[in-house]
Every structure is written in structure tokens, then in C-alpha cells.
């Protein structure tokens, strides 16, 4: 990082009476710069201070993309603590990237502009299947499931709260979902609710709004859509933030478990670097003493998480599984002008799939420190 420059205001010594001794002009200069060094260390971020940073040597910054759960605002403010502690830790600036929706996030990684995310399943599977990132670790929450579920929200108040008066008639019902790229607010349901019941996402409701996990809930506690998915992790977070909404929705479906999100980072980052982001992710909030206490803090406030587990590329395979079958089913559900041509599509998505379950397994292989 190219170091700051700074001016200094030289006026004053410049149109200083002649006959002034250049040793009062020293010292007032010598005074002014001793000020202006004790303002640069006062206002410094807390990535100057960090241990380990040799003197004199140029960070680096890490950019932190955070998937988008709650609002840009809200995500950046819940991971800030976590980001200068490990800023701290690598002894390098930390900056965040917290957008408004997933597509933002996917572009700032194709574009290079994002070393490190926290990514849910489609997304991680994306970014290490392009080869641009790998896994580094994987959350972990206080229940001790390997993942979370899916879920379909609805008002407790009739006409629109019950399953069977959803399959009944979705065409009548005004849906609020995630975006294409969310597991548990498109991918899941599609797969395991959607699709097996015939019903078209995307055409065959009434009406359709597409937000983050709290919008889409929001809209239906107050009657703007009449069923959001939504997913287990996040409206019990929702809860504690909006009673008075979350006392108006049930759950009316329940997918399978969903396995957790991951922690990833740019292949082209010193293999260095990949471990002591682990090492501080894996012993981050564990432990006795105040400062992991406080750690613990700091995760339950981060969408109650209570830590992070090691993990490799091969975490995802469950999230390629669920991209196949969707893809799959797509297939087998679409039209076609012959099936010929459903055929070909259906071998290109198992060649694809095989060709990822190849990739992420032999990347956890050659990744030995993941589990460590």
C-alpha cells in the first residue's frame, strides 16, 4: 500500500523575519511535527498496531466480502468487531464489502475486487468452482447441527396460512423469495418443495418480490406477500429483532438440512496468509479467559453463531448435490423439441457435476492443513 503523504503548512518559516535564528525555526518545526505524529497514531486503525507487521513494511489490504442476510448497513455494523480482530491477528488492513444483494457480491469476485467472503453453499460453490477461491473454514452454530433448514412463512391468520390452501391454489398467493444464488430462499424450496409439487416459482403465483431473508418476512408480517421462504438460522434471529412481526408467522414447511456457509479466500493469496486466517478463525471465541468471552460476544451478535469448524473444498459437495438435482430436475421437467435434446442436456449436467465432484474432492486432498 503506497504510504500517505501528508503537507506540511511551510509558510510561516518561509516568511519568517530576517534575523531569526535558525534554531527557533528547528524547534518550532521539530514541536509541529511531534504533534502531527502523535495525531497519526491516535487516529490510526487498529491493523497499525498489529503484532507481527515488520517495521516499515507496506500491508496489504484484505477486502471481506459478507453475503447479504439482513441489510447492507446492519451486516456491515455485526461483523466489523470480528474484521479488526482479525485485522489485528494477520497484522493487515481489513476492509468490508457488504452489498444489498448476492449478484452485487457475485460481480465484486468475478471482478477481483473481493480476497476473502463469507458465502452460503451455491455461492462458495461458484467461486471455488471457477477456481478463484478455496475454502478456508465453515460456521458453526450453538444448536451443533451440521446446518440449518429451509422454510416457508406465512401469516398465523387465514385465508393464506395453511400448505394444502397453498397447493391448493398458488395462483391466488403473492410470494416473497430470495435470490437465485440463496440455498435456503430459492435453491431448497425449488428442489424440495416447488418442483416435486409442480408449481413454477418464477409464474405461477400471483405476484412475486425478491429480498434479503428479513424483507421477504417483513413483507408478509405486514401483508405486502402472503408466503416468503425464509430459513430456520435466520428467523430465529429475526425473532429477537422483530417480535411483534415474528408473533404473526408460522412456518408452514420444513426442508432437510442445509449444510452451513463457508469462509473463503483467493487462491492466489500466499498459502501464509491461508493459515493464519484459519488458525485465527478455528480459535476464535474458544477458550476460557475475557478475551475469548468477549469473542463469544461478538459471534452471537454475528447471526448467533457460536464459531467456526476447519474445513476444506470438499465441504461443498453437499451444496454441488443440491445444484445437480435442481439442474437435473430442471431438465427432466422442461420442454423440449425432441428428447434427444432433453438427453444431451441431461449428460452435460452429469459430466458437469462428476467434473466438480473431481475438482472439489482432489482440492481438499492436496489441502492438508484444512483439518488440522
Known amino acids: 500500500m503506497p504510504a500517505a503523504r501528508h503537507s506540511f503548512p511551510l509558510s510561516a518559516a518561509a516568511s519568517a523575519p530576517q534575523g531569526a535564528t535558525s534554531r527557533g525555526c528547528g524547534t518550532a518545526l521539530r514541536a509541529a511535527l511531534a504533534i502531527w505524529v502523535l495525531l497519526l497514531l491516535l487516529l490510526a486503525p487498529p491493523w497499525a498496531h498489529a503484532q507481527g507487521a515488520a517495521p516499515g513494511t507496506p500491508s496489504t489490504m484484505v477486502r471481506f466480502g459478507i453475503l447479504p442476510l439482513g441489510g447492507a448497513f446492519e451486516s456491515r455494523n455485526d461483523w466489523e468487531p470480528v474484521l479488526d480482530d482479525l485485522a489485528r ?40 468452482s471457477q477456481r478463484r477461491m478455496r475454502v478456508l473454514a465453515q460456521v458453526t452454530r450453538h444448536d451443533g447441527l451440521p446446518g440449518y433448514r429451509a422454510l416457508l412463512l406465512t401469516r398465523k391468520a387465514p385465508p393464506f396460512n395453511t400448505l394444502a390452501s397453498l397447493l391448493a391454489d398458488p395462483g391466488a398467493w403473492r410470494l416473497a423469495r430470495g435470490e437465485r444464488g440463496s440455498m435456503s430462499g430459492f435453491v431448497v424450496p425449488q428442489l424440495q418443495f416447488f418442483m416435486p409439487h409442480h408449481i413454477a416459482i418464477e409464474t405461477r403465483f400471483r405476484s412475486e418480490l425478491v429480498g434479503t431473508h428479513q424483507f421477504n418476512a417483513l413483507a408478509v408480517a405486514n401483508g405486502e406477500a402472503d408466503v416468503a421462504t425464509h430459513n430456520t438460522a435466520d428467523f430465529a434471529r429475526f425473532t429477537l429483532q422483530f417480535p411483534m412481526e415474528a408473533q404473526r408467522l408460522h412456518a408452514i414447511w420444513t426442508s432437510e438440512l442445509i449444510p452451513h456457509a463457508q469462509i473463503v479466500a483467493r487462491r492466489d493469496h500466499a498459502p501464509a496468509l491461508h493459515a493464519q486466517v484459519r488458525s485465527f478463525l478455528l480459535a476464535y471465541g474458544r477458550g476460557p479467559g475475557l478475551q475469548r468471552s468477549a469473542e463469544r460476544a461478538r459471534l452471537k451478535k454475528l447471526h448467533d453463531l457460536a464459531g467456526f469448524v476447519a474445513a476444506d473444498d470438499s465441504s461443498l459437495l453437499p451444496a454441488a448435490r443440491l445444484d445437480y438435482l435442481l439442474a437435473r430436475q430442471g431438465a427432466l421437467a422442461g420442454q423440449w423439441v425432441n428428447e434427444a435434446a432433453r438427453q444431451a442436456r441431461l449428460q452435460r449436467i452429469e459430466a458437469a457435476y462428476a467434473a466438480q465432484v473431481q475438482t472439489l474432492s482432489s482440492d481438499a486432498e492436496g489441502d492438508g492443513s484444512a483439518r488440522r
Not at 457480491?105 to 455461492?123: C, K, P, T
Request: net charge negative; no cysteine; proline share 2%.
Open 89 to 128: 491477528a494477520i497484522g493487515r488492513p481489513v476492509s468490508m464489502l457488504s452489498v444489498n444483494s448476492y449478484e452485487a457480491l457475485e460481480q465484486a469476485i468475478q471482478r477481483n475486487e473481493v480476497d476473502m467472503a463469507f458465502l452460503s453453499g451455491r455461492m462458495a460453490l461458484d467461486a471455488v
